[in-house]
Protein backbone atom coordinates (compact mmCIF):
# COMPACT_ATOMS: atom_id res chain seq x y z
CA UNK A 1 0.00 0.00 0.00
CA UNK A 2 1.58 3.73 -0.53
CA UNK A 3 1.85 5.48 1.95
CA UNK A 4 -0.46 8.17 0.24
CA UNK A 5 -3.38 5.34 -0.02
CA UNK A 6 -2.25 4.49 3.83
CA UNK A 7 -3.10 8.25 5.08
CA UNK A 8 -6.12 8.26 3.58
CA UNK A 9 -7.08 5.24 4.87
CA UNK A 10 -6.13 6.40 8.32
CA UNK A 11 -7.78 9.58 8.21
CA UNK A 12 -11.18 7.87 7.19
CA UNK A 13 -10.47 5.70 10.17
CA UNK A 14 -10.23 8.82 12.33
CA UNK A 15 -13.19 10.29 10.61
CA UNK A 16 -15.34 7.14 11.32
CA UNK A 17 -14.23 7.60 14.97
CA UNK A 18 -15.33 10.86 15.11
CA UNK A 19 -18.55 10.31 13.78
CA UNK A 20 -18.77 7.55 16.63
CA UNK A 21 -17.69 9.93 19.49
CA UNK A 22 -20.29 12.81 18.03
CA UNK A 23 -23.28 10.34 18.12
CA UNK A 24 -22.49 8.90 21.53
CA UNK A 25 -21.93 12.62 23.09
CA UNK A 26 -25.19 13.00 21.30
CA UNK A 27 -26.87 10.58 23.41
CA UNK A 28 -25.14 11.08 26.30
CA UNK A 29 -26.97 14.68 25.41
CA UNK A 30 -30.16 13.38 24.98
CA UNK A 31 -29.58 11.04 27.89
CA UNK A 32 -29.02 14.74 30.42
CA UNK A 33 -32.11 16.20 28.87
CA UNK A 34 -34.50 13.11 29.82
CA UNK A 35 -32.47 13.06 33.03
CA UNK A 36 -33.73 17.52 33.51
CA UNK A 37 -37.39 16.43 32.63
CA UNK A 38 -37.43 13.40 35.05
CA UNK A 39 -36.53 15.41 38.01
CA UNK A 40 -38.98 18.40 37.16
CA UNK A 41 -41.80 16.27 36.23
CA UNK A 42 -41.03 14.55 39.70
CA UNK A 43 -40.65 17.74 41.77
CA UNK A 44 -43.81 18.79 40.12
CA UNK A 45 -43.34 22.82 41.57
CA UNK A 46 -42.87 25.84 39.66
CA UNK A 47 -39.21 26.35 40.99
CA UNK A 48 -37.61 23.01 40.77
CA UNK A 49 -34.25 22.16 42.33
CA UNK A 50 -31.78 20.53 39.80
CA UNK A 51 -28.07 19.73 40.36
CA UNK A 52 -25.57 21.95 39.41
CA UNK A 53 -23.50 19.27 37.50
CA UNK A 54 -26.51 19.05 35.19
CA UNK A 55 -26.07 22.14 33.69
CA UNK A 56 -21.87 21.78 33.71
CA UNK A 57 -22.76 18.81 32.37
CA UNK A 58 -24.84 20.07 29.35
CA UNK A 59 -22.33 22.75 28.77
CA UNK A 60 -19.09 20.27 28.55
CA UNK A 61 -21.09 17.90 26.06
CA UNK A 62 -21.89 20.89 23.83
CA UNK A 63 -18.30 21.90 24.04
CA UNK A 64 -17.15 18.25 23.37
CA UNK A 65 -19.85 18.75 20.59
CA UNK A 66 -17.90 21.47 19.18
CA UNK A 67 -14.61 19.80 18.95
CA UNK A 68 -15.87 16.78 17.69
CA UNK A 69 -17.15 18.62 14.74
CA UNK A 70 -13.56 21.04 14.20
CA UNK A 71 -11.50 17.50 14.51
CA UNK A 72 -13.90 16.51 11.85
CA UNK A 73 -13.74 19.35 9.52
CA UNK A 74 -9.72 19.40 9.82
CA UNK A 75 -9.70 15.72 9.01
CA UNK A 76 -11.61 16.36 6.17
CA UNK A 77 -9.57 19.42 5.09
CA UNK A 78 -6.40 17.12 5.51
CA UNK A 79 -7.98 14.54 3.54
CA UNK A 80 -9.18 16.78 0.61
CA UNK A 81 -5.37 18.25 0.15
CA UNK A 82 -4.17 14.89 -0.33
Given at each position: ?????????L????Q?GLT????H????K???????R?????Q????????T??????E???????????????V??????L
Amino acid sequence: MSGLAEIHQLLTAAQAGLTDGRAHTERAKALLGDARRALVEAQAKADPWLPTQLDQADEGLDHLLTHLAAADDLVSGYQSRL
